[in-house]
Each structure stands twice: as structure tokens, then as C-alpha cells.
């Protein structure tokens, strides 16, 4: 029997990245508010530099609840399993993977919200891939604008803005879309190798740019500033230079003196009553059954999570699960295609060891509709990004290009020569939903609670292919034009549990295709709002959690301002 608690107004699932972002307008706005939290609180010496134990051994996502819950995968329903990673992408604690993301903080391009109608309108319908049920999204880019400017500010983003207010600066992305003002800090500094490669890209005719990180480039907000030491990828920040929610909005909410942070509590279920309203969660801590009563639930668990919880809360109500009497629960589901990178190999050291992955150049010309497709078999594109980050392990764990074995001497003296002169691109390309991709419950696959985990049926189409291949050449050239003497192309790879899936409680304003409204509030359960990328109906070629933090702001400010109207 589950002990009751005292109801609140609203009820969070999950402070990671969306969840500790919307709890801060709430908070301000006098609500009150309860953040249940699957980890815990953790601290500087949790973040401790080693490569051993964040990069190899996946410290401290190795020891969270969550590697109980790992998506297993297959390509389609008739397909096999995959092999099923041992340690989930994401993780539990307070502030979530924002706590060990590499923090690039991308805005999406105007063309990422109207796929549909830019499409037809450039190209004719007919370019819409056969399968894919891709909407426009039901706002625009300038809607959701004040929304970045707000969550940039409050986390803290470095960058170079190309566009403030229609004013084209070819320093920044002469290609994104129209911001009100710059970024609150300055760019990351840049070294002597991303220097080369810009300059490489220049040449080219290409429009080289600093990307955007949550990452103090100077102090902020009595924040220090980045000391580029090296472990930002799979590590926490010791020195709270990374923007998380846990040093950054949770604190600021805490002090309104309106958040409640439940830690090492795990939800297993959304509750609602006979006319469809969410009453609240029922979630276990140490052993025992709490229920926690409230006006409105956000669910702001992750993509995985978020669908699995709601098709693990079946009622009388909704017996096919939470919110999906339409049976969208799950449906266009989309993850990155991150595999098909390039690696190139350079005649000389490029001075790579340490620094961060959000501290690098990138190309948009070839992302999203920047250029024409007029004679091309796909739509879409990717964002190219070069950056330094290595360390010993990993520089040992290099390919060889075909050049040396894999194995003893030869291979030792070919990574003694050559450990610091490679790089890998990190390639981001446009991914579409399809009809059979999606999210549902594993038949036989359990948590250790004995629920079912979520199961993904996906696999990338002849568009996301064929945007690979294009990106992959593009990335060659551009490689190439720095002096590289010989690249290496990696395969597109599966779509896997991974830190960029989209999909699954899809936003727009059609319930017959739709899980949320323009809002983030169910069609179905009107006091139940859902917060992520989850709700996002295209990929871009961009990092998903800026963009899942914006609508998350928007979503929390939609319900402090029409509060009677979401309650009643």
C-alpha cells in the first residue's frame, strides 16, 4: 500500500536536463514544486579526471539505475536483437546527462521546423521520403526564440552569433536563423589545429564558425571559467565551468525556496483518475511506496523513459497506456545517424591531447536545405564539427588506416608515431521519422522492478543513408584541403539506445498524430505536460538538449501563466 503524501502543484519526473530547467519559471512564478529524481545529488569528487574510470569504465553512469533499463534494439519487427550495450547513454542524478554531456548547445535552423511545407514548396511533395511521417512542426523558429535566448542566459552559452536580427556576421553561422541578441560569452578559444581546419574550410568556400557550448569561456555567473583540461566527454565538470541544471537553474529554483528535490526515488507509475486527469506519481525510495498527489505532472525523464512510463501507467482511462488512446505513444521515433564519421590521418603531430568536444569549428553549408538538392536523391544534410579531445586510451585505440596490424610491434611503433596525428569528425545528419520506426514495451526483457524496458524497432533509411554518404565526402574533402594524407569512413552503424533520439510523444496540434499539443500538454490527460526531445518532430543536424531546454521553458511559462486554465 503506498503512503500518501502532501499534493503539490506540480510534480517533475526526472531533474536532468528539461526537468531542472523548468522547475526554475515555476518556482519564480510561486508554484510549488516537487522534483523526483531517480539518482543523486553529486559532487566535485564524483568528477574526479580519469579516463580510466569515466571513459572505460563509464563512471558514474556504470553505477546508476538506469543500466538496468537499457533500450534493447532491433532493425525491424522481424529482425533479431541487437547486442544490447552494457551501460545506458544516459543517466540518474540530479542534473542528468547534462552533468557528463559535452554541452554543445545548438539552436535548430528555420528549415528543421517546416520540413514539410519548405520541401513541397522548393522541391515539390514528392520529395517527402516514401515512408516518413515527418510534420511541420506546430510553431516556427522565431516562436520559439525568446525561449533559447532565456535558457542561454540562465545555463550560460559561449558562442559567436552569425544573425542578430537579420545582421549577418561571417564570424558566426552565416546560415542560422535570426537571434535577438549575442551569446552570453564569448566563444571558446581555439587551437592551433581547429585554426588550421577553419582556414582549410575557408579555402574550400565554406563558412567556418565557432560552435556554441554551455561552458564558461569567462567567468559567469560566479561560475569560473573553463580550465580545457580534458575530460568534459563522459565526466562532470569539477570546477562547475559546464552550464548543468545541478550548478546553474535547480539552484536558483532551490532558493526561491519553492523546490522540493526528491533524490533516489524511482517513478513507476503516473496516476489517473476515471475522466483521464493525472492525479499524480507513485514512485519507490528505500524500499517503500509513495504516492505524491498533484494538480499537474511534467514528465521529463528522457525519450526512452518518457515513452516507457507512459505506456507502463495504463488505467481504465487509457487502457493502451497513458495518453495513447490514439495509439501515438511510441511513433516517430527518430535517432541521430552518428555513426558513418570520418577519420583522417595528418603528416605531422596536431597538437590534440586534452581540450574539450565543445570546443572546436563547424560547417553548415552542406546542413539541412543550405544548399540546393535540385539534383540530389535525398533532403536534409549535417553539421561538420572538428574539435580536440584526447587522451592516452583512447589515442591508443586509434585505427591504422590499413597502414599497420592491429597488433604487436609494428603496431606499437604506428601508435608511438602516429598517436597524435589523426582526428575523427564528429558528423550530425538530418534523421526522419518512418512509419516502423518506433518505441514499445520489450516482451521479455525486465527491469530489475520487473517492469518491461523500452524496445526500439528502427533502422536508417535510403535518405539518411544517402545524407551519410554526402556528408562523409564532404567531410573527406574538407580534410584533405588541411593536409590530411589519408581518411578512413566508418559505417552508418545501428539505431541503437543512444544521447540524441527524438520522438516518441511527438508535439503538434493534430491528436490523430500527435501525443502533445503546441504546448507540451496532452491531448488526452490536459494536466499532464511532457518535457524533451521526445516532444520534437525533426532531428536537425544540431545536439537535441538546447533545443529540448527551450521548449522545456516554454512549456513550464505556458502553465504558470494559464494555470487555472490547465487545472480545471
Known sequence: MAIDLKPTDVVIVGLGAVGGVAALPLARAGLNVIGVEAGRWLTPEDFAPDELRNNVR?????????????????????????????????MNGVGGTSLHYWAQSWRLHP???????????RYGAARIPRGSTVEDWPLDLAELEPYYDIVERELGVSGKAGNIAGRIDPRGNIFEGARAREYPMPALRGTGFTDMMGDAARKLGWHA???????????????TACAYHGYCSRGGCHIRAKGSTAVTTIPKAQQTGRLQVVTEATV????????????????????????????VVLLASYVYENVRMLLLSASAAYPRGLSNNHGQVGRHYMSHNQGAAVTALFPRNINNWYGLPAQGVAVDDWADDNFDHAGLDFI????????????????????????????????????????????????????LPYEDNYLDLDPEIRDPLG???????????DNERRVAAFIQDKMVEWF??????????APVGTMGPTTHAYGGTRMGDNPETNVVNRWGFSHEAPNLGILGASVMGTSGARNPTLTAQALAWRTADHLARNWKAVTT
Not at 111 to 121: A, G, I, P, Y
Not at 384 to 403: C, E, L, Q
Not at 454 to 460: L, Q
Open 58 to 90: 563509464g563512471w558514474p553512469q556504470s553505477v546508476q539505475k538506469a543500466n538496468g533499463e537499457v533500450p534493447t534494439h532491433r532493425p525491424n519487427a522481424s529482425a533479431p536483437r541487437s547486442p544490447r550495450p552494457g551501460i545506458h547513454p544516459m
Open 111 to 121: 528549415w528543421d521546423f517546416k520540413v514539410v511545407s519548405e520541401t513541397t514548396r
Open 209 to 223: 564558425f565557432p560552435g556554441p557550448a554551455a561552458i564558461n569561456s569567462r567567468t559567469y555567473d560566479n561560475r
Open 268 to 295: 513507476t507509475r503516473i496516476d489517473a483518475d476515471g475522466n483521464g486527469r493525472v492525479t499524480g506519481v507513485t514512485y519507490v525510495k528505500g524500499g517503500e511506496e509513495y504516492f505524491q498527489p498533484a494538480a
Open 380 to 431: 536534409g544534410g549535417g553539421n561538420m564539427w572538428v574539435y580536440s579531445d584526447r587522451r592516452p586510451i583512447g589515442a591508443a585505440n586509434m585505427t591504422t588506416f590499413g597502414r599497420a596490424p592491429r597488433w604487436g610491434a609494428a603496431w606499437k611503433a604506428f601508435v608511438k608515431q602516429n598517436a597524435d596525428r589523426w582526428n575523427t569528425a564528429y558528423l550530425q545528419k538530418t534523421t
Open 451 to 461: 517492469f518491461p524496458v523500452c524496445r526500439i524497432t528502427a533502422d536508417h533509411k
Open 480 to 489: 584533405m584541403a588541411a593536409g590530411a594524407v589519408t581518411t578512413e569512413k
